[in-house]
């Protein structure tokens, strides 16, 4: 079964400081990506950054980076100098191949940065 | 990227009723998506909409309860049907680009059944 599991319901960050959300995954199937969003209180989903399982070096996006590791299955976010502004939910999600476009959600971390 | 837009933002309906939401996409996709969020809950996929073919819908929703139109590649439409108070939840459509590696939603309809 496939399956994503995010183990930390909250956490808490300085401003400025880095942070990391775990995120570990499930499947059998060796072809798969997986997506972190973000979620404010406005409910909308904004795409963060993606890793596929093929893709050899971790994946950045400007403070976003996402730190990939295969054999552990682990695609933790790393997000660096934290803004007041980074406090959202945070979702991991992944799709396999097989399953081309349907992604499976984790049940999110909420972020609270403090000033 | 890709631009999508959803109607409405949110409504309030009485139990019974149906609602339809509507997604637009600024550009043509073969495959929409339909997700749901209860309330402090995570997101959960209801049905694929394909153009040209019946949706395809997840365990535990039904045609019935949840009709999807798609009749051209940049427009999809999910009716809740038959509304009762736990029908209450966020639905988000969602389009995948290129060969899915990025996967954008819709503004979301916060729905509210009383």
């Known amino acids: 079964a496939q399956k994503i599991t995010q183990t930390q319901p909250g956490m808490f960050v300085q401003e400025k400081e880095a942070v990391t959300l775990d995120c570990t995954y499930d499947?059998?199937?060796?072809?798969?990506?997986l997506f972190w969003y973000k979620q404010p209180s406005s409910g909308e989903m904004i795409f963060l950054i993606y890793?596929?399982?093929?893709?050899?070096q971790n994946a950045t996006e400007g403070r976003y980076s996402l730190n990939f590791q295969k054999a552990r299955k682990s695609a933790n976010l790393v997000i660096s100098a934290s803004q007041l502004g980074d406090s959202a939910m945070y979702f991991c999600?992944?799709?396999?191949?097989?399953?081309?476009?349907?992604?499976?959600f984790g049940q999110g971390t909420t972020l609270q940065v403090k000033p | 990227s890709a631009v999508i837009s959803q109607k409405p933002s949110r409504d309030i309906c009485q139990r019974g009723t149906s609602l339809t939401i509507q997604c637009q996409v600024d550009?043509?996709?073969?495959?929409m998506f339909w997700y749901r969020q209860q309330p402090g809950q995570s997101l959960t996929l209801i049905a694929t909409?394909?153009?040209?073919?019946?949706?395809?819908?997840e365990s535990g929703f039904v045609i019935d309860k949840f009709p999807i139109s798609r009749p051209n590649l940049t427009f999809s439409t999910l009716t809740v049907s038959n509304m009762s108070p736990e029908d209450s939840s966020i639905y988000l459509c969602?389009?995948?680009?290129?060969?899915?590696?990025?996967?954008?939603f819709g503004p979301g309809t916060r729905l509210t059944v009383l």
């Open positions: 999600a992944m799709r396999t191949y097989s399953n081309t476009g349907k992604l499976i």
């Open positions: 969602s389009v995948g680009t290129g060969d899915y590696n990025e996967q954008f």
């Open positions: 909409a394909n153009q040209g073919s019946e949706a395809t819908y």
């Open positions: 499947t059998s199937d060796p072809s798969y990506g």
């Open positions: 550009s043509q996709v073969t495959m």
């Open positions: 890793q596929g399982s093929y893709d050899q």
